[in-house]
């Protein structure tokens, strides 16, 4: 199929872009790389009339890893924080995330602002930012703002991106301490949309006892749900923590839908195995890094 005929603006600089994008309004969509909004156009379920590529906007590319977080800019692709290997060494679930996203040659088109812009509950991304506590900065042509990743997911396919507002760039915040990640999710084939997905983290205190463990779910609601699971697990030896009660924990806090993909009870059961085993991975993980500083 043919997308609606529509007028296709290309700035050079972030101050045309957001001056271009305060012109149109409602009727500005910004192009990042296309591999949600182009199927949109086609399928002709958006139908904007004007689109605003900000592809050339060099200023918006970088990843910038510093002691206390990841910041990533708006058309940085997946597949470059993929393989940046600082942002890697000091946040190993952006890359455990990431190779989870649709297939490599959509990560090399895909942006990670796009991705947490577009805000699909299915999506890897908008769980990673919220699961870490990050935030969205976005700008507009009278002024910035910075929107925490709690308040920024609205419901799916909506965030608090408003009309003239280009999001700039996310901040990922490096967690402290022993701290270990994992990311789990199951879908029907490889690159497919995870039919249940979760971050987790795991926090462990200096005699490698568990401090705090939560986990941020995709599919299982209209936006990212997260579950705090240390009341179940403080205390416990990382290695015999028994990870049983956080499963269970997590079965009752999902709620979600059935689609042509799975049940919604098979969803439930899925959340509840993979919070057992994606836990007892993050901690593993951060006993291993514990042991071999980064
Ligand atoms: C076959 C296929 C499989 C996929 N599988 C997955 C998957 O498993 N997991 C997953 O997470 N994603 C998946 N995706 C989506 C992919 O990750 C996209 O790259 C991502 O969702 C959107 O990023 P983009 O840069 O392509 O954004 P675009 O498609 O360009 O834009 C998406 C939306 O965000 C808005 N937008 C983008 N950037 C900005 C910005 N800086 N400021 C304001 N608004 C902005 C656009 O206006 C549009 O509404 C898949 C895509 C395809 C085609």
């Keep these: 199929m043919k997308p609606s005929a529509f007028e296709y603006n290309r700035p050079e600089t972030l101050t045309e872009a957001l001056d271009v994008l305060a012109e149109l309004g409602p009727d500005g969509k910004v192009l990042a790389g296309g591999q949600s909004l182009v199927p949109l156009l086609n399928m002709r379920l958006a139908a904007p009339a004007h689109l605003v590529d900000v592809n050339r906007l060099a200023e918006l590319s970088r990843v910038e890893v510093t002691p206390d977080a990841v910041t990533v800019g708006a058309i940085a692709r997946h597949a470059e924080i993929e393989h940046h290997a600082d942002a890697s060494r000091a946040l190993p679930l952006l890359r455990q995330a990431l190779t989870h996203v649709a297939h490599p040659t959509i990560r090399n088109r895909g942006t990670t602002v796009g991705s947490i812009v577009h805000a699909d509950p ?56 022993h701290t270990g990640t994992a990311w789990l999710e199951v879908s029907r084939r490889h690159g497919d949309y995870a039919m249940c997905g979760l971050g987790a983290l795991v926090t462990l205190d200096e005699d490698l006892r568990v401090a705090s463990a939560r986990a941020t779910y995709v599919s299982m609601g209209p936006t990212p749900v997260s579950v705090d699971f240390t009341g179940s697990v403080v205390g416990r030896s990382y290695d015999s923590a028994d990870w049983s009660d956080a499963a269970r924990l997590a079965v009752e806090s999902v709620e979600p839908e059935e689609d042509i993909h799975a049940t919604a009870e098979y969803r ?27």
């Design 122 to 177: 299915a999506g890897e991304m908008p769980s990673v930012l919220v699961l870490l506590g990050g935030s969205v900065q976005l700008a507009s042509s009278s002024g910035s703002r910075t929107v925490a990743a709690e308040d920024f997911f609205l419901a799916p396919l909506e965030s608090a991106t408003e009309a003239g507002e280009l999001a700039t760039s996310v901040t990922f915040p490096i967690p402290a301490g």
């Design 268 to 294: 439930r059961h899925l959340a509840g195995v993979l919070t057992g085993r994606a836990l007892k991975a993050a901690a593993a993980h951060a006993v291993a890094r514990t042991e071999v500083p980064a």
